[in-house]
């Protein structure tokens, strides 16, 4: 059974940080890319960022200089760190693996105050 577990989002002022994480169990997690997207209300999800199992990222132009993909695949946990949040940023995250089957996680709130 394949579960994508994200956790770390939560309330935070505009100018700090969150560090979201991913934890993945029932797929091939070190040869998956892993990616997260955002959901804002009234909003289509689109990519925050996305990291290969060779670890090339890429960014949204919106994350770029501010947002940190990374990965641990003796953990099989994929991480974004989010620093200079705004108050745009605010979304539900979502973790998402994909081989030859895309998997989504629940979602995790981030809410960043003005």
């Given amino acids: 059974q394949v579960q994508l577990v ?23 997690f070190s040869s998956s890319i892993m990616g997260w997207y955002r959901q804002a209300p009234g909003k289509q999800r689109e990519l925050v960022a996305r990291i290969t199992n060779t670890g090339s990222t890429i960014y949204a132009d919106s994350a770029k200089g501010r947002f940190t993909i990374s990965r641990d695949n003796a953990k099989n946990t994929v991480y974004l760190q989010m620093n200079s949040l705004k108050p745009e940023d605010t979304a539900v995250y979502y973790c998402y693996s994909s081989r030859f089957t895309g998997y989504w996680g629940q979602g995790t709130q981030v809410t960043v105050s003005s």
């Fill in 6 to 28: 994200e956790s770390g989002g939560g309330l935070v002022q505009a100018g700090g940080s969150l560090r979201l994480s991913c934890a993945a169990s029932g797929i091939f």
